[in-house]
């Protein structure tokens, strides 16, 4: 559990800071159409719905996602199992 409190308070690249704003931009769009206060068109509420689940999974990525992790899962020098180049 330290492992993943530790992951999300590392710090983050800076596009992973824009996406993570934008997710939580398309979670809070989405949030306002499933709980607009006047009847919308059903495929409003789909979409709406849409929006929450792909804001928040972008959120999630992005926040653990830190700036020691390499682009292919490699961590440093070696690669995965420290042999390869």
């Known amino acids: 559990?330290?492992?993943?409190?530790?992951r999300a308070k590392a710090p983050t690249p800076k596009f992973f800071k824009v996406?993570?704003?934008?997710?939580?931009i398309m979670a809070g769009v989405g949030t306002v159409l499933l709980t607009a206060p006047v009847s919308l068109p059903a495929?409003?509420?789909?979409?709406?719905?849409?929006?929450?689940?792909?804001?928040?999974?972008?959120?999630a990525v992005s926040q653990f996602t830190n700036i020691g992790d390499d682009v292919i899962g490699q961590k440093?020098?070696?690669g995965i199992d420290g042999n390869s180049p």
Request: aromatic share 4%.
């Open 76 to 78: 440093g020098e070696g």
């Open 19 to 24: 996406l993570r704003n934008i997710g939580l």
């Open 43 to 59: 495929a409003v509420v789909t979409i709406g719905g849409y929006l929450v689940t792909a804001g928040g999974v972008a959120t």
């Open 1 to 6: 559990m330290s492992k993943i409190i530790d």
